[in-house]
Nanobody
Framework: LPLVESGGGLVQPGGSLRLSCSASGFTLDYYAIGWIRQAPGKEREGVSCISGSGGTPNYADSVKGRFTISRDNAKNTVYLEMKSLKVDDTAVYYC??????????????????WGQGTQVTVSS
């Protein structure tokens, strides 16, 4: 499953960004798609996930109330809307996938498919 991210960039604290994840030639309908990030010198952290069937997404406590994950199956795309961004949100964000439902804590080890990553930098 070739996942491709887009939408990263540089933004000031308090700003917003929207990341997108798509897969050319494959339908994402039956895959759980999530986002995992890794900041310099830190371990990978599960951010959010939405199951193939939809349902209630998972969010890390650190992003609850600020990030929203959604999917548009007609466009074969999953989005991560990020608002009220903080310096601590700076990281490479990876789109990840697995068949069926999300794992409970968006653990990196639970996802077989990874995109190449997109850099998000929050800085004044």
């Amino acid at each position: 499953l070739p996942l491709v991210e887009s939408g990263g960039g540089l933004v000031q604290p308090g700003g917003s960004l929207r990341l997108s994840c798509s897969a050319s030639g494959f339908t994402l309908d039956y895959y759980a798609i999530g986002w995992i990030r890794q900041a310099p010198g830190k371990e990978r952290e599960g951010v959010s996930c939405i199951s193939g069937s939809g349902g209630t997404p998972n969010y890390a406590d650190s992003v609850k109330g600020r990030f929203t994950i959604s999917r548009d199956n007609a466009k074969n795309t999953v989005y991560l809307e990020m608002k009220s961004l903080k310096v601590d949100d700076t990281a490479v964000y990876y789109c990840v996938g697995r068949w069926g439902a999300c794992s409970p804590y968006v653990s990196p080890d639970d996802y077989s498919y990874w995109g190449q990553g997109t850099q998000v930098t929050v800085s004044s």
